[in-house]
């Protein structure tokens, strides 16, 4: 009985850690890469829709190996809405992506 329990208990926690998470889809991925790429210019000055669509472009291409890397990583059901409210790339790591 006492086994029981403890398989019970080890259940229930391991249901609750993964809780709210699910498997980081390609869409997830270049949301987390759009954002970061449109902070970072924002922060630099730079203003112009042109010039952030071929840094967009440029950067997806530069860093599709990570893009490759992050499908299937384990992210926070909320990561949309954090990343549409994050002031900063530092509160996108930690926040969003903890």
């Known amino acids: 009985m006492r086994l029981l329990r403890l398989l019970l208990l080890i ?3 391991a249901h609750f850690a993964g809780c709210n998470r699910h498997p980081a889809t390609e869409d997830d991925c270049e949301a987390i890469l759009h954002r ?3 902070l970072e210019l924002s ?3 730079y203003r112009d829709p042109i010039l952030r669509t071929r840094w967009q472009n440029d950067l997806n291409h530069r860093f599709a190996e990570d893009l490759d890397r992050c499908r ?3 992210v926070r059901s909320s990561l949309r809405p954090c990343l549409a409210t994050a002031q900063s ?3 996108i790591i ?3 992506l903890d």
Do not use: I, Q, T, W
């Open 89 to 91: 790339s530092e509160e």
């Open 72 to 74: 299937g990583r384990e």
């Open 94 to 96: 930690h926040h969003c």
């Open 36 to 38: 970061l790429v449109d």
């Open 11 to 13: 259940f229930v926690v």
């Open 43 to 45: 922060e630099s000055g």
